[in-house]
């Protein structure tokens, strides 16, 4: 077992949590030892939710180890059942708890209580947060959804039906993702059926066989029930992930298909900002910015698409922590003609971006923190997340608006071309030195006495060529430019300054 500083991922029964605080009507009972009470923290401070998580501790402690554990467990289910009347309950055990073996499916099977209690096998050591997430949902669509009666096919309705399965609490993005979706369903004629786990409750789970289809839109979390539910139901899923203006007409389309829709009138009205930004942008904005990307495979195989092929980065690095999706990531680094990284070591990682030096850095919390002590910009594009990775303002992954938010995060970071040509001409200048700019409000550092230039060089000739050059610089740095150049030639004892000079003095002036 490693210990680590940092971890991309919690262990299971953190996933099982994320199921539980997402649903309604849903308690989780956690044999788990005192220490291990964490839920109030990762959801009501880092999601900044309203409530609290529906969770309830055994809380057992050192001396109760020489006592009957399975008792304590029992009382919690049976106390937790009745304060607070969940329409299901789920129980299971911390990775600690996990080692005294008290089978806490079948001890809540013993107290026989009158709703579904759905047992979770999570084996702490062996599998992770998403892992956990993932086969919980599935344990809940297993034991609550209910077939079709005998016979009966899909009900004759007005409007196609879905139903969406993947958003969960703290996942990153998931809120403002599934709006986005919703929004973009509603325009192409297509009723939901049921959301979950976002906002579920147990008698909405029964309801999912009615749907026509599936869209999964966080494979990490809703894949495995989407493939029971398709071998069991013959609901057919999405595969195609929404992030990206080409990704999310393509999505469109898989939709349409299933739902068998005309996807033309959504696509001819789509507003996808981000394309023109994209193509109108400075070049060398924008264009060959070596990146490197690192995530869960979702996000990260998305984020490389988009960088490459609407952006115009350079992927030179592509990885993921979560090993249940390395094959998906693998293939998809193979078409940047990079090796994936997989691992869930970020002491990895950051000997990955130390290497490569990439000029933006796209991934989680733990990689914004890697490009921060190496001075690379960063963008956040995965959990694992922060407080600020829940904004109040709407601010979706998925979809054509999607698409935008991500032009804005991504580009933002890094320096506009406009932006380095000033910096370039301005650098010795008070507003705009290094050690002291303007716009950060800190106390100017007295600046050397600017240098008088004389008059030999003032009256220094210009070929045509360079005052035609000199004429294309904007105005307002133009006379800077021109110092600057003077300046250069006389200390080279340069009778004519050519378009040589020009560009030579650009280039010494910028470094």
Not at 131 to 155: D, H, M, N
Not at 232 to 256: L, M, S, Y
Request: net charge negative.
């Amino acid at each position: 077992m490693q210990l680590t500083v940092w971890t991309y991922e919690g262990p299971p029964h953190v996933g099982a949590m994320r199921i539980a605080t997402a649903m309604r009507d849903v308690h989780y009972v956690l044999h788990a030892p005192q220490g291990d009470t964490y839920a109030d923290l990762l959801f009501t401070m880092i999601e900044r939710r309203d409530r609290r998580p529906p969770v309830t501790y055994t809380t057992f402690q050192a001396r109760d180890l020489g006592g009957d554990t399975a008792e304590l467990l029992q009382s919690a289910m049976r106390d937790a059942y009745e304060r607070f009347a969940p329409q299901a309950m789920l129980v299971g055990a911390s990775c600690t708890a996990e080692l005294i073996q008290d089978d806490p499916g079948g001890l809540a099977q013993a107290l026989e209580l009158p709703i579904p209690v759905v047992p979770l096998e999570l084996p702490a050591y062996q599998r992770k947060e998403n892992w956990g997430a993932s086969e919980t949902f599935y344990r809940i669509v297993r034991a609550l959804a209910k077939p079709r009666e005998t016979g009966a096919g899909p009900q004759p309705r007005a409007r196609p039906l879905c139903n969406v399965l993947g958003p969960t609490a703290l996942g990153f993005r998931h809120r403002d993702d599934l709006a986005e979706i919703t929004r973009l369903l509603n325009e192409m004629g297509i009723d939901i059926g049921v959301t979950a786990p976002w906002n579920a409750a147990p008698a909405d789970i029964a309801r999912l066989g009615e749907a026509d289809f599936n869209i999964v839109l966080y494979p990490e979390i809703a894949l495995s029930a989407a493939q029971w539910l398709q071998r069991t139901f013959g609901q057919p899923f999405t595969k195609t992930v929404p992030i990206g203006v080409a990704a999310t007409r393509e999505f469109v389309a898989e939709v349409a298909q299933l739902a068998g829709v005309d996807p033309e009138p959504t696509l001819a009205t789509a507003d996808a900002r981000s394309v023109w930004y994209a193509r109108s942008i400075d070049s060398t904005y924008l264009t060959d910015k070596r990146v490197f990307i690192f995530g869960d495979a979702t996000h990260a195989i998305a984020a490389a698409r988009v960088a490459s092929n609407e952006l115009g980065f350079k992927v030179v690095g592509l990885g993921t922590y979560s090993r249940e999706f390395a094959r998906d990531v693998r293939e998809a680094a193979a078409l940047y003609g990079v090796e994936a990284l997989v691992t869930d070591d970020y002491l990895e990682v950051e000997a990955k971006v130390a290497e490569l030096q990439p000029e933006l850095v796209l991934g989680s919390q733990m990689e914004r923190h890697i490009a921060k002590r190496l001075g690379i910009p960063c963008a956040v594009i995965s959990a694992p997340t922060h407080v600020q990775d829940f904004p109040a303002r709407y601010s979706p992954q998925m979809g054509f608006e999607g698409a935008s938010v991500l032009f804005d995060t991504w580009v933002h970071p890094l320096m506009m071309g406009l932006e380095e040509h000033l910096l370039g001409m301005f650098r010795e200048d008070s507003e705009f030195s290094d050690s002291a700019p303007s716009h950060l409000g800190r106390k100017p550092v007295p600046s050397s006495a600017p240098i008088e230039l004389p008059k030999a060089v003032a009256a220094a000739a210009w070929s045509a060529e360079a005052e035609q050059e000199l004429h294309k610089i904007p105005f307002f740095v133009r006379g800077k430019a021109r110092r600057n150049t003077e300046r250069f030639a006389q200390e080279r004892n340069l009778g004519l300054i050519t378009l040589e000079t020009l560009y030579d003095a650009k280039a010494h002036f910028g470094r």
